[in-house]
């Protein structure tokens, strides 16, 4: 069974954890095992990284970009792939949430494309977060479950 591990942030009103849940629903639909981890709480480990086949990667728009500690995030993979660590190609999809402006997506993208093979499109929110978009989540952890078996 692929294991699949959904990072995020989510801290203003929830609307990341929103669209990580509505994610993580269709990831478990499709049938693969899964692990949630909220960056707001702790950085994700080398190990946990390692032992994930797909990655579901979420932000919101903080200041035109990503939030702080998916930013570390992006900058431990960098560490490990510098370390030796085989770290870099696995499928990712990517979901992002923002207040109207949104222009954090483009760095998002730029660099999940430098570690990830992205799979399907980046869902993007505008706040507050509709049913349209969960839908969309949802479609999007069943696609990378699919690519993954
Ligand atoms: C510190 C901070 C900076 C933000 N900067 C932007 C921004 O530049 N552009 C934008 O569209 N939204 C911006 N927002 C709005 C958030 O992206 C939006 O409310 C998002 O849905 C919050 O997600 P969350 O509830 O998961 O934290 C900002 C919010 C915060 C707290």
Same mark, same amino acid.
């Given at each position: ?11 203003? *009103?929830? $609307?990341?954890?929103? !669209?990580?849940?509505?994610?993580? #629903?269709? +990831?478990?639909?499709?049938? /693969? ?39 570390? *995030?992006? $900058?431990?993979?960098? !560490?490990?792939?510098?370390?030796? #660590?085989? +770290?870099?190609?696995?499928? /990712? ?57």
């Amino acid at each position: 069974m692929p294991k699949v591990i959904v990072i995020y942030h989510s801290q203003q *009103f929830g $609307d990341t954890k929103t !669209l990580a849940k509505a994610l993580a #629903e269709g +990831v478990r639909e499709a049938g /693969a095992e899964i692990e949630i981890i909220s960056t707001n709480h702790r950085r994700i480990t080398i190990d946990e990284f390692l032992a994930a086949d797909g990655v579901a990667l979420g932000t919101p728009d903080y200041f035109s970009y990503i939030a702080g500690t998916i930013k570390t *995030f992006f $900058d431990d993979i960098y !560490l490990w792939d510098k370390s030796g #660590e085989s +770290v870099k190609g696995k499928p /990712a999809v990517l979901f992002f949430s923002h207040g109207g402006g949104g222009r954090g997506r483009e760095p998002f993208e730029y660099l999940a494309g430098k570690f990830f093979e992205q799979v399907g499109e980046t869902v993007e929110s505008k706040r507050p977060t509709g049913d349209e978009t969960k839908e969309q989540c949802r479609m999007l952890g069943k696609e990378l479950v699919k690519r993954l078996k």
